[in-house]
Structure formats: structure tokens, C-alpha cells
């Protein structure tokens, strides 16, 4: 059948075909398509609209893809502060689904679809498949967890799309799911590569063999993880794990995926447009060299996102893909740009710390991250200004805040850390902005 | 106020065919039925031994040749054995909430879930949802048929979806806060419980932007709808499907709220009594049959549903022609037999909420100390009937008891419990533990 | 009857009393009497001014976090067992001290307790059920003046 094309070892899907267009082609409708994104944003986003009118823009200044320097970019904290509906640019009446970001606690960020948005989601869902080499005749268990999460149903109306059996067990109970991994064959698993290595672990236990399964595809994401994972998983399972990435703020998962290459992941630029840059300077940076992943959606009606900071830290590739799709391939996903740090062997994000902090009185406050060594450990201390919101005028309010704060950060982070409340404006500030981490540990 | 109006629209000419055109359309169908099941094993052999094919099928009186079907069948043909079709065509699996043995699985093809995606709008527009609203869907996602039948419902009406799925409360609270959803979608007790948590989180659950709920999932009773109605201030709509058969989606209340609309272009229901397998008049209580008369992965006939109900074949001011059931007010299977009494837990349910002061959390425990069975009911006291004084809790003690005893005839201890001590639901509320088993 | 009281977040650090102090002196506002609750870290700086209101925009503005609270002012004999005769009124009351502290005027015979409680509406009808001289606001200033 024409539908099963073959191409160095991966299914061709029809839907696939943007994969491989032309490049002058697909220069030409990238162009095309940010042009009229930008469009709409300024006509419906007022915030993003405010932006151009500081830097003295309109939307028919934009013309050539060069120009994308000339916007401004988003960030998350745009997400927070407009909170729910405000970078939506569509009418609710249009809007047919609503996800939220899975923060654990705390001000949650939205995001918004249309139909159309959904069906565009789905697509690049199928052309993720469709490169891990599924089909139709595909048994995929779908393991992300369903829900507000764009994981499970982004995943799952993918799959449904591409024309495959789907098994949407959502997250958790391992048990079940390799019990129903083995009763209905399934040809295909979607989750965290980490809750993959638990089945690894867990199916001798309850004596299966995994590699005599008819598994043979694992669609990993919404976490970094790296090649030595891959080498673990992969003969434990005999299967291929590939890797696949995206985020809510531009569509869920479905923003690039891996080919049978597993050598980078393709963007789907088609959709997704990627800009890397010097996350110091904000300027944009040549293929191959390593920055700050920044996408603009190419073609998101309800909440369209220009020059979105991922934060992700990646390179892009400069030369073609064995596999001939078209579409640049990017680096996988080694670190982040928002001062990561390792404390005790685990890696944590300020975004958690701010998070944590965000979950016990709804404000975000100024803090600021002391790593220290005494010589032997490793030792974190936030420091949390107190603000009016939060202050009571008795210890025993105030030590419990430090105790919920502390107890909070614990929650997510699994450190314990020190917690000091500090006056207004104590901690150091550069460019309006505090310094999150400072990293005092002796070198 | 909630100034909710459904106006009276129907989605599909089939809710409206005149009887004998429904009736003829039904006859069609279920010589397809048994066409497609002609493809199953299991259905084959019997066929084949009772005599039966497609064309001997020549009037809906047939039903009556046809054999049961029942869960121990599905178990035995573990895990997809009562498919039609070849593993390739089902687009998805769905699993039962089985609480005990091994779970059960059902097949959808691509035209399944398709047919059942149009099955949950109908009664979603019959109970007023429009493109223009905004639904939470509290529902488990999973293999648990409740959220996504809803889900590609609410889809195939064009509202806007919040997929919350089930648990975490607290923050199903601030989302409905924030993005002002216009309805809610879960199990009538969870329903209860986000009010219960609203309160204790200083929100008025009246105040909330939420105007109207399809319940499903669970048995509930009409008290429990009135008071669902009264702390949150919207308009309650029930609804009935079981996984076996497809999910959500085999019938749901109009505007009227008089019984819920069968989808019959979908499914052929039948009443019958559990002992006599006798079908037993409109408005009496009995099993529902439900023969599944379109589904193309998993054609199921005679289903004995073990959920008693009742039928009317009346007309609805609604204007839709299909027979209505009423709400499922216990199951063959769940019925307690308490020194020879038949007993529903739904009758001792009701009975609660007809005593000011208790809360809608309860459980009922059956054991049998010596040689006589003793159903003790655990409630829940509104704080603010909490009383100092003995006598006065004596007093409501004895009413619950007189209660109870009045609407099941049978005569219960009544142990009250502080507020927030029994187990609070996520999905669907334990409430029978029957410990006569366990004790020999 | 109830008095507004200012209190402030400090870092326990050497230098950090003096710096409200400073912007209330600039201000040209008297602080009346003040208390210091500390802990290892940090520490709650209590003051009594008279005008309240501008001393919580000056400091406020000096980047300061600044709380109002209403605690309840009482007359009590600067003599042995003059606290207790109160404490007693309070505690046969039922009523939570959530913090509380003296200051003496001058040449005066008569102390003067600040109490912080939960609700200060029932300590005070308690408290004058008992003919304990409750000092509002107004008469605190013209004594302290005087």
C-alpha cells in the first residue's frame, strides 16, 4: 500500500509529507505563516500588541524571516501575570478545549485550543508516530497521564489520528500496565522515559519478559533524559526509545520528535518556528551553535506564542537528516538556561523553588538561592523577602510561613533546605530582575 | 440566581421517529446485530445450536430467542474475546471499573466511537449544552469509559473542554474559580464533596460561575439531586451508560427531567424480573436487558445489566418519542438480602436525606454476629447538629431508625459519626461493605 | 478604645532598629513606647506613634513591610502584683494574650500594658466589667505629652 512507504527504515504517513518539503518551500510558507501569526496576535493580544507599539512596530514591518529579531519575546511569567484568558486571541466561543500547565500547586497557566488547533495537534502527533515508525496496525498504550496535562490526550488524539488501536491506561499502576501490555500486545508505549524504567524493573518481578513482548516503540518525553538511558532501556525492553519533545505553552507534545536516526529531534517547523539564542545577550545564534530554544507558533489560532523562551538549552543541526526529512533537527535537551543547579545529585530549576513558594500564599515573592559548602555538604539556602501579603506581626505566624516555605520546597524538590525570610528589597537585584541563584559552593 | 433555560431543541431526527418507524429501524438493526455476531465465537456456537440467524429474525418479538449475555461471559472470553472484529480495526480499548475479579475490556472501532461520541451530545443538548458554554469534565480519564464518552461528546457539540479528570479537589476548586466553567461533568458524590471542600476552602459553592451538571457513573436518588441542586446552586441532569455496552451515552434526562431518553436507534432495552427473566410492566421496577443494536467491535446481546430500573413508553413534553428509564435505584447483584428482606441501599440512601442533620455521607455495614444478619448505618452529623446534649443525639438516632425502617422495612443500628470521618469519594462512593462473607 | 500599633519585618542583623527609627525621626513623628520580638533570624519591631498613618507611609515608603494592628492599652499600678490582678480579669475570661508589653510614663505611679489579643472587642468588655482603665488612643498621646 502507498500509505506504508518506506524511507531509510520509518513509515511514511501522508500527513508526514511536511516533513520533507523543499527548504526554499518551506522558508517561503514559514514566512508566510508568521507573517499572518503576527497579525493576529497584534489585532487580538493587547499585550502583545503594547510590545510592538514600544519598539515602534507594526505587523507590516515583519518581512523577511530575518526580521523575527525585531520582536519581542514571551516568557512565562507573561503566562502568569495575564492569567487566565489574556493572550488568548480567539472568542472563547471558538476556544473547544482548555489545558492548564502541571504544576503541582500554586497559579496554574492556561492555554486554549480551537478545533482547528486540535486537528494541527493531532497532525504533528501522527508525523511523531509516524517517524518512531507506527502505523494503523499499531497497539499503542498511552501511559501519560490524562487530564489537564497536554501529555495524555495530545498523545492520545494523536494516536487516535494516525489509526491505531489506542489503550488509554493514563499514568500510574504498574502492575496494570504491564498486565495489559502483555494481554493485548500492545506495539507501543507513550510515558516519562523515568516511569518506563520502572516497568523495566518492575516486569521481571511479576515474570515478564518484556523483550519477548510484542513492544517494539517507546515514545518518551516531558523530561530530559539522555543516551545512557537509551542504552539502558532499549536492549532491557528490546525496543527503540525515542525521544519527543514539546511543551504546553506551544501546542503539548508534538513540537519535535525523533527519526529512526535517533540522531536529533525534528522540529515541525512547518508549525513551529525555532530561533536559537545567546540567552545572555538575547541575540540570535548560527546553526550548529548551542543557545536558548526559541519557538513561535507558525499556526496557533487561540493562543498564538511569538518568540516563546523555552529556557531549553540546544543546538540546532546543519546538516541533512540521513532519514531525508527536511524539517532542522535540534540537539536533545541537556540542560536549561534558567540557572539550573545540582544540589546533592538533584537537579533543580529556581521555576521549582518559585513554585514550591507559589503554593503556600499564591504571591510571587522575591527569592534568591545560596548554595553553600562547608566542606563536606552540599547546602541550600532560600532566601524569601517578606512582603505585606505575607506578613503577620507575631513569630508564631511568622515561623510557621518559614515552616510551611521550607516544608512546601521540600514537597517538590525532595531537599530539605533552609529557609530565612529577609526584608523588602534586601536581595540584590540586576535589571529589575533578582538574582535567583548564587552559587557560593568552593569550586 | 441561576438563570439556566434549556430551550427545547433535539439534536437528531431518530430521538423523534414516530413508534412504528423506530420500531421497523430497531427490527433492521438487530438482524445486523446478530449478522456481526455471527463473527464471535461465542455468539456463533449458540446460534448455531439454537437455530439462529439473521433472517429468522423477523420481528422484534424474536429478542426473546436470543440468549443472555452476561459479565462471567466477558470474563470467560478474557480480554477481547466477544470482539467482531480483527485486533487491527478497533481504534480503542476501554476497560471496566471492575471492583472485583479479573476487569473487563470492551473494543471500539473508528464508527464506534463516532456513533457513541453523537450518542453523549444528544443527551448533553437535550440537557442544554451549547457551543457557546465552557464544561468541566471531572470525570477519570482512562480506561474508565466516563470521561471520554463525555469528553468527544462536549467535542461533538463544540464547547470548550477543561479535561480536570478526577481528584485533587482543592485545585479543581480554583480552576473552576478561574476559568468560570458553565457546567460540570462527574459522579453525582464527587459533585458533593467539591462543595464540601469549596466550603472549607472559603468558597461559597452557590457563588461559583457553574449552572448546570451531568451526573453520571453512580447510582444517586432524587434527595441527593435536590441537595446537590441547593449547595451549589445549578441544575442537576442524570445520565445512564455502562462500559459493557459502550459507556455514557445509552440514555439521559431532557429538559423535562422525567427519565432518561433511551437512545433506541442504538440500543433495544428490555425489564425483566431477575428471578423469572419475565419482562415486567412499564413504571415497574425490574433488570435492565440492553441489546446493543449499531456497534460495530463488540455487538452485545441480551446484556443482563444487573441495574434495576423501570420503563416509560408514555410521551414526554419534550417532544422526543424514545422510551424513557428511570434512575437506577439498585443492583440485582448489590441488593441485600437482610433476614429476608430484599433490600437497595438507594432505599436506606433516601431515607437519610429525609432526616435533618445528617450529611450525605454514610455507610452501610451488613454482618452477621451470631446467626441473624445486623446492617449498622454509619452517618455523618452536620457540625451544626452536633449536640452536647445526649438525649438530643439519642433523638436523632431514633429518627434515622424510624426512617429507614419505614423505607425498607428492616430495622438497622444507626451509629452517628463526627463530620469528616468516613472515607470521602473520588470516583464512585463504597457504600456497602458486606462483612457476612468474611466472618463465615 | 483600641489603639493602632505598626509592626515591621526586620532581619536580625546588626544596624536594622536604627533605620526605621531614622525614617520616623526624619518624618518628625515620636515614637510613644516600642517592643522587639525576636528569633535567631528575624525579629518583629511593635511601635506606638501617634500619628500612625504617616508613619506607615514613610516607612512604607523607605521600602519597609508595615502591619496594622489594634491591641488594647491598660492602666495598671506600678506596684508588685498589679499585672496580676489583670491577668486574672483575662484569664477567668477566656481570653488568648497573643503578645504583651509595659512601658512607664514619667513621673507617673500608673504603667501602662499593651495586649495583643485574639479579639480584642471581648478583652475589652471584660476588662471594664472589672473597672480596669482601658486608655484609647487620644488620651495615650495627651499623657505622653504631658
New interface residues.
Partial sequence: MSEFWHDAGCAFHPVSGPDYLPVTQLRQLQLHRFQAVVKRSYDNVPLFRQRMEERGITPADFRTLEDTRLLPFTVKIDLRDTYPFGLFASPMSEIVRLHASSGTTGKPIVVAYTQEDLRVWASVMVRCFAACGLDRGDIIQNAYGYGLFTGGLGAHYGAEALGATVIPISGGNTDRQIMLMKDFGATAICCTPSYFLRIVERAPELGVDLRKLPLKAGVFGAEPWTEEMRKRIEPEANIKAYDIYGLSEIIGPGVANECCEQHGLHIFEDHFYPEIIDPKTLEPVPDGTEGELVLTTLSKQAMPMIRYRTRDITALFTEACPCGRTVRRMRRISRRSDDMFIIRGVNVYPSQIEEALLAVEGTAPHYQIVLTNDGTMDDVEVHVEVTPEVFGDTISVMENLQKKLSASIERIINIRVKLRLVEPNSIQRSEGKAKRVLDMRKK | MNEFVVDNQILDREETLPRTEMEALQLVRLRETVARAMNVPFYRAIFKREGITPDSITSLDDLKRLPFTTKADMRDNYPLGLCAVQRGDLARIHGSSGTTGKPTFVGYTREDLRMWARMCARFLYAGGLRACHTVQVSFGYGLFTGGFGLHYGIEEIGASIIPASSGNTTRQIHIIRDLQPDALISTPSYALNIAEVARSMDVDPRALSLRFAHFGGEMWTEDMRHKIEAEMDLFAFNNYGLSEIIGPGISGECAARTGMHIQEDHFLVECINPDTLEPVQDFEYGELVITALTRQAMPMIRYRTRDIASLDAGPCVCGRTTRRMSRVIGRSDDMLIIRGVNVFPSQIEEALFQVEGTSPHYLIEVSRPGSLDQVTVKVEVRPEFFSDKMSEMQNLRERIDRKIQAAANIHTQVELVAPQTLERSMGKAVRVVDLRGRQG | MKIH?L?M???NKPG?LSEPCRVLAEAGINILTLSV???Q??G?L?LIVRDWEKAKEVLEAS?????V?EVVATEVEDRPGGLTAILDIIESAGLNI??MYAFTFRSEDKAVIVF?FDNPDLAIAALQAKSINIIGGVELYERVKQ
Fill in positions: 500599633q509592626s519585618f526586620l532581619e536594622r520580638a525576636d528569633t533570624q528575624f518583629i511593635r521600602g519597609c513591610v508595615v502591619n494592628t497573643e503578645y495583643r
